[in-house]
């Protein structure tokens, strides 16, 4: 097979398994098909605000969750109607200052979510299948591409976006401490990467450790950077070593489908779509859920 097939191949491998996911798994767990329930509907993403706040990207609100002292209430309605605002809302990120962001496959972009509620588009379309977002210290958004197998660097005021790097399936994003961004290559054949401001992409994990996945966030361990990565069909969250190497955090219930992550203060969000439910993971591991309907 030549390079450009194989590199076809994995493309539509991607977004098959993307569609699978976004929407056939849905269909295991959490409350039945069809009722209206008064919290999560589909929640992919989750995003931890400086003040405490958790915001929420659910699929089939679709919209926003705002989370506040546990309870759970709208930011941001979108419609029930193709290439609207966050019809089909993939990913959230919250700002050092509060800013949120969403990422939106419908609309092809990604929007600034303002106070009184307003959705502007910032790359004016040019994202293909966005899926997920991080924020550079400088305050420039990253987001991965499904479409075009990139991740794109994108002002925070909006513009032009600027291709930082092609990957197989880029999934998960997330900037460290030291302002390094890491990337999930879902179909790659090392599956966890460190991406330099040039560019140039540096393994992590360099075999098929994982079956499935999605998100990454970084904390720091005692013998260096820990990662960990979530894991859809294995329904694991994977931490990874200094050297690479993982092995499982969480497995098994009460999760049942983990995709995003984000870190809150010591604490680890979970959105499980399938579970229709954000749990909050402390220092025993244990997964404890948050966000039921505000009265």
């Known amino acids: 097979m030549t390079n450009e097939r194989r590199a076809t191949s994995l493309r539509v491998t991607a977004v098959a398994a993307w569609v699978l996911c976004s929407l056939g798994a849905g269909l295991g767990g959490g409350a039945a098909r069809g009722q209206d329930a008064p919290g999560m509907r589909y929640p992919l993403s ?22 506040v002292d546990g309870k759970a209430t709208v930011l941001y309605q979108g419609e029930k109607r193709f290439r609207t605002p966050l019809n089909a809302v993939r990913a959230v990120a919250v700002g050092r200052d509060g800013t949120v962001f969403a990422a939106d496959s419908s609309t092809r972009d990604v929007y600034r979510i303002a106070a ?3 959705a502007a588009p ?6 293909g299948i966005p899926v997920d977002l991080a924020i550079a210290a400088s305050g420039d958004l990253y ?5 075009t197998q990139s991740i794109w660097r994108l002002p925070a005021a909006g513009g032009e976006p600027r291709k930082l790097a092609e990957l197989a399936a880029p999934r998960g994003l997330f900037v460290d401490a030291a302002d390094r961004l890491w990337a999930v290559a879902a179909s790659g054949e090392a ?24 998100d990454v966030v970084v904390r720091d361990g005692p013998g260096g950077p820990v990662a960990l990565v979530s894991d859809n069909y294995a329904r694991t969250i994977w931490q990874v070593a200094a050297d690479g190497t993982a092995s499982p955090w969480i497995a098994g ?9 984000a870190v809150a203060g010591d604490d680890v969000l979970v959105a499980d779509p399938q579970a229709r439910m954000i749990f909050r993971v402390g220092g025993d591991g244990r997964p404890q859920p948050v966000g039921g309907p505000a009265p």
């Open 46 to 67: 989750v995003a931890a605000a400086p003040d405490g706040t958790i915001v929420v990207a659910d699929r089939q609100l679709p919209g926003l969750w705002r989370i």
């Open 116 to 118: 009184d509620g307003t």
């Open 122 to 127: 910032l790359s004016g379309g040019r994202i």
């Open 143 to 147: 987001v991965s591409d499904l479409e």
């Open 191 to 214: 599956p966890l990467v460190r991406v330099g401001a040039d560019g140039a992409v540096e393994p992590v994990v360099k075999t098929r450790a994982f079956e499935f996945p999605h």
């Open 253 to 261: 219930p009460p999760l049942v489908g983990p995709v995003g992550l």
